[in-house]
């Protein structure tokens, strides 16, 4: 069955600091990949989504990216964080399309 | 507008009540639904699939009604463990979830 890893599993970073959390996916292969941010109070918001190595789509204009530099490994970075950017990072991948999505147990970010 | 729109609440019942969630969503094209659970500071996980027929696994139940583009979920007989945030998902074509913001659940004793 599909695991998804994250890490780390809780980060304080000061603003203007870069950050990058990484997202791993075991038990399957090719898998379409999502970065999710949830933030106080508010519902999962969108931020990335990979459908194969090297290929990114944005669905939000902000100072976030992202990467898939393998199958299975996909990366959200940022050169100088805001404290807008604190919130719950979530990676994740659909089980089957009957199963809805998988998630990574997520990323708790406070910029200070 | 939002794809899914859900009530924040919180709704907060006795232990043994019956309580009911409903969620809209705006594209009429939307394919599948679901129902997560979020427990507090945790990542959500998927509690049912909602299909046109309905279903049920155990004291959860699920609609769907394209008719009026909502769904819902009826708990029957809350514990204490149901307090959570329930988020409702509607799919597009392509496989892109749209989720909605939750609804807060608390059982009291």
């Known amino acids: 069955s599909q695991t998804i890893h994250q890490w780390p599993a809780t980060l304080v970073q000061p603003v203007g600091s870069p950050l990058s959390l990484e997202c791993t996916v075991e038990?399957?292969?090719?898998?379409?990949l999502y970065w999710y941010r949830q933030a106080a109070g508010r519902g999962l918001q969108l931020l990335f989504y990979?459908?194969?190595?090297?290929?990114i789509s944005s669905e939000v204009p902000q100072n976030l990216s992202a990467s898939r530099p393998q199958d299975r490994q996909f990366i959200l970075s940022s050169k100088k964080l805001l404290l807008s950017d604190s919130g719950f990072y979530l990676c994740?991948?659909?089980?089957?399309?009957?199963?809805?999505?998988?998630f990574g147990s997520g990323t708790r970010l406070t910029v200070v | 507008r939002k794809e899914v729109e859900q009530d924040p609440g919180p709704f907060n019942v006795p232990e043994g009540a019956t309580v009911a969630f409903n969620c809209t969503y705006s594209?009429?094209?939307?394919?599948?639904f679901f129902w997560y659970r979020q427990d507090c500071r945790k990542e959500p996980k998927l509690l049912m699939s909602?299909?046109?027929s309905g279903n049920e696994d155990g004291r959860f139940t699920a609609q769907l009604n394209r008719a009026s583009q909502y769904i819902s979920l009826l708990i029957r007989d809350s514990k204490l463990s149901d307090s959570a945030t329930y988020l409702c998902?509607?799919?597009?074509?392509?496989?892109?979830?749209?989720f909605g913001t939750g609804t807060s659940l608390t059982v009291i004793p």
């Open positions: 909602v299909y046109s």
């Open positions: 998902v509607s799919t597009s074509t392509g496989n892109q979830f749209y």
């Open positions: 038990g399957t292969s090719n898998p379409n």
């Open positions: 994740a991948s659909p089980a089957n399309s009957n199963y809805g999505y998988t």
């Open positions: 990979s459908v194969g190595i090297g290929q």
């Open positions: 594209n009429s094209a939307s394919q599948s």
